[in-house]
């Protein structure tokens, strides 16, 4: 028996509809957002995120281990996707500066939070590396609470609608940035899509958002023409359960 899910409102059907998607009432929805920034972003193209430096995904699905400084004991809640694309998380307390194992193994990071129930907010950077501790694949900076990458993996069995996207820089006068979407399809075919130069803000409102199908990575990626500048961006749209058959 196949499942097809629907763009219909399940309670309140005159309410608007991406409120009824962010409270989790049409089934089968559910809202993606995903925020970077990086403050020193120079002349060579990087995804926007806490170091300003290209990013490497796991060759494999592995163990990955948190840690951050003398004292902290914060709860982190880390999400990603197994080695079928699939969605996984758990919750890792923290042990200070030494590094705490993850229970599963990860092949895609899409986020770090201190989660709500944590005893305290850790004191400085918590990272998520692997065992040889030479690759971040996540960051949380001090003071945020979060991570703030613009990198994001579509799961298996889900398709990710684009349907915004704001970029702002503190650069001005001759200065600008230009920005692009980086997308690697599970075949390894890269591919790139809305580049544009621009001065203080880039803003796209689409008014049909673009599709993303599962297992593509999704780097919002930006570089600066001259110096370095700050620059932040902030992306949502709709992540939706393909139908089965």
């Known amino acids: 028996m196949s499942t097809q899910y629907i763009s219909q ?12 998607v962010a409270r989790g009432q049409i089934q089968g929805h559910s809202t993606v957002n995903i925020y970077g920034y990086q403050p020193a972003v120079a002349q060579t193209f990087i995804p ?6 290209a990013y490497t995904y796991p060759p494999s699905a592995i163990t990955m281990y948190i840690a951050g400084t003398a004292g902290d004991t914060a709860s982190i809640l880390i999400t990603g996707l197994d080695a079928g694309y699939g969605p996984i998380s758990e919750t890792v307390v923290m042990n200070g500066a030494t590094p705490v194992a ?3 193994q990860y092949l ?5 939070q ?4 944590s005893a305290s907010n850790p004191a400085g950077v918590v990272t998520l590396k692997n065992l040889a501790a030479d690759t971040i694949y996540a960051q949380i900076n001090a003071g945020v609470g979060r991570t703030q990458a613009a990198i994001y993996t579509v799961p298996a069995g889900y398709t990710f609608y684009l349907s915004r996207i704001d970029v702002n820089t503190s650069l001005n006068g001759n200065n600008f940035a230009t920005y692009q979407n980086k997308t690697v399809s599970p075949n390894g075919v890269v591919t790139l899509t809305q580049q544009a130069p621009f001065a203080i803000n880039y803003h796209t409102q689409r008014v049909m958002p673009r599709a993303f ?5 999704v780097q919002l990626q930006c570089k600066v023409n001259s110096t370095t500048g700050v ?5 949502e749209g709709y992540l939706i359960k393909n139908f089965t058959e």
């Open 9 to 20: 409102t399940q309670y309140g059907k005159l309410e608007d509809f991406n409120l009824q």
């Open 114 to 117: 201190v989660t709500a129930g």
């Open 213 to 217: 199908v599962e297992k593509t990575d």
């Open 108 to 112: 895609r990071i899409n986020g770090m």
């Open 48 to 53: 926007i995120w806490e170091n300003a430096t």
């Open 231 to 235: 620059i932040s961006i902030s992306q």
């Open 102 to 104: 993850t229970v599963k």
